[in-house]
């Protein structure tokens, strides 16, 4: 089962990515309508998450408004946490995504045209001038994704987080929703190329307001959202020990 689910898997990975990523690329120079390549991106994550045999179970949504647009705060332990959020936010978003994946032939030219913001985590300058731009969007009623862990736990647990992602939200003054997936890092596992199919849960927690904080309060708000986080994590995706003793600079 598992080799049979792999092979779908890359399969559609590669025939979904090619033609929903023309689609999207089409479909935004004709009309200019962002939210109908969006869609496109719903049914390339379900069309992938069939193929893998994997279930999503969301829980939460009753914490969210449909109308307002928020900052979501994901961890992050393997790929298949795209294709969840994709499945599971019934509001239309933006990615903040590290900017190799644009250099991916198809999907990083659909990525961009569809208005999904790069952030180069290697040149600090660069990366602050893509969190000014992404505040600036929620604060026109575009929600963001952001993976506060900057990169993808290789074990499933909960790792520190960057301040870039919460120096966005403190900028746009908009809310922060604290997201936690469970299960994503046992489907497909960092450094394995194999599928094993599963079910991953993905929580939404109470959005955080962000309202009069300031840059320096930066390091409260990244202490609150990793709590709620890690509240609604399984124990096996928990960090033995936790706290605010390690800030990161990026």
Do not use: C
């Not at 992938?48 to 647009?69: C, H, M, Q, R, T």
């Not at 596992?189 to 962000?210: A, C, L, N, Q, S």
């Amino acid at each position: 089962m598992v080799f049979f689910r792999t092979a779908l898997f890359y399969i559609t990975l590669v025939l979904a990515t090619t033609i929903l990523g023309i689609l999207a690329l089409i479909t935004i120079a004709l009309t200019k309508k962002h939210w109908i390549a969006h869609s496109y991106g719903r049914l390339w994550s379900w069309l992938i998450l069939k193929a893998s045999g994997v279930k999503v179970k969301v829980e939460g949504l009753e914490n969210l408004n449909p109308d307002k647009a928020y900052i979501f705060a994901a961890n992050h332990a393997s790929q298949f946490d795209i294709f969840a959020l994709y499945l599971s936010i019934p509001i239309e978003f933006k990615w903040l995504a590290k900017i190799e994946l644009f250099r991916i032939p198809i999907l990083g030219h659909a990525m961009k045209a569809i208005g999904y913001i790069p952030i180069d985590r290697t040149n600090r300058k660069a990366a602050f001038k893509s969190i000014d731009r992404a505040a600036e969007e929620v604060k026109r009623g575009k929600s963001i994704i952001i993976f506060p862990e900057g990169t993808r736990s290789k074990d499933g647990i909960l790792q520190e987080f960057k301040k870039g992602g919460f120096i966005l939200a403190i900028k746009s003054q908009q809310p922060i929703v604290p997201v936690s997936i469970e299960g994503s890092h046992k489907i497909l596992r960092k450094h394995d190329w194999k599928i094993y199919p599963g079910e991953i849960v993905v929580r939404f927690g109470k959005p955080v307001t962000t309202r009069g904080l300031k840059v320096k309060d930066r390091y409260k708000l990244i202490e609150r959202l990793r709590e709620e986080i890690m509240r609604n994590l399984p124990d096996d995706q928990k960090p033995v020990r936790h706290g605010s003793s390690q800030h990161e600079t990026e």
